[in-house]
């Protein structure tokens, strides 16, 4: 088994779920967040919209997840979590990213999934710094591989070159094998 590295955008991805890195309203963002509504279609935020709120306006809290279909997506599911917003280090973001992804492996596994594909969740509007979370990404990814069967493909999403790098480099650290793709090379035609 292996953690993959693909570089580019997760919306094109064909895989049994994509982790969409949601706030807590999940009525959509920017970031990918807006990507994968705007690929989904119209579809997908009235099926988050008909999920419960916990509270007024909150129907995902920070480090858990939410399933909904892929809707228009080449995905079969959208995983909605929320990563924490970065402040500086102290409040306990370590350990919500962290959740995100071991909650989304989690829901992956109750599902039967077999692949499930993960942006740079808290790294964009959320500031989360890329180096700290690549490696709480790989090791949570890592961590899980080593103890469960399922997902059999879990695959971490770089959306430009830095983060690729940084990617790569963050698994090398933790001794995890590796395949590594660049979603341009499926597109030959595009462009
Ligand atoms: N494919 C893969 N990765 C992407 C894509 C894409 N199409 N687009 C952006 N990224 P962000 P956050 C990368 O800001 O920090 C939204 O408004 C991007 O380069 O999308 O968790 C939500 O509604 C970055 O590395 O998510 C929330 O309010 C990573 O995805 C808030 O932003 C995450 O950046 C969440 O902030």
Same mark, same amino acid.
């Given at each position: ?50 999920? &419960? ?8 809290? @920070?480090?858990? $997840?939410?399933?909904?279909?892929? %809707? =228009?997506? +080449? ?53 989360? &710094? ?8 790989? @090791?949570?990814? $890592?961590?899980?591989?080593?103890? %469960? =069967?399922? +997902? ?40």
């Amino acid at each position: 088994m292996s953690i993959e590295v693909w570089q580019g955008d997760i919306t094109q991805l064909a895989v049994d779920a994509i982790v969409n890195a949601a706030n807590e309203t999940l009525l959509g963002g920017g970031g990918v967040d807006g990507a994968i509504h705007r690929a989904a279609g119209p579809g997908l935020l009235a099926e988050c919209e008909q999920l &419960p709120e916990l509270r007024p306006g909150i129907r995902c809290p @920070t480090g858990e $997840v939410r399933a909904t279909s892929g %809707h =228009a997506l +080449p995905a079969r599911h959208v995983f909605h979590t929320v990563g924490p917003v970065w402040r500086d280090g102290r409040h306990d973001e370590a350990a919500l990213l962290a959740n995100c992804y071991w909650q989304s492996l989690r829901l992956a596994e109750q599902m039967g999934l077999e692949s499930i594909a993960f942006p740079a969740i808290s790294c964009g509007v959320y500031g989360y &710094p890329l180096h700290q979370a690549a490696h709480i990404a790989v @090791t949570e990814t $890592v961590t899980w591989q080593k103890s %469960h =069967a399922r +997902p059999l493909r879990i695959i971490l999403v770089a959306y430009n070159a830095a983060a690729f790098k940084i990617y790569q480099q963050a698994l090398a650290d933790a001794g995890g094998t590796q395949k590594s793709h660049f979603l341009e090379d499926l597109k030959p035609a595009m462009g």
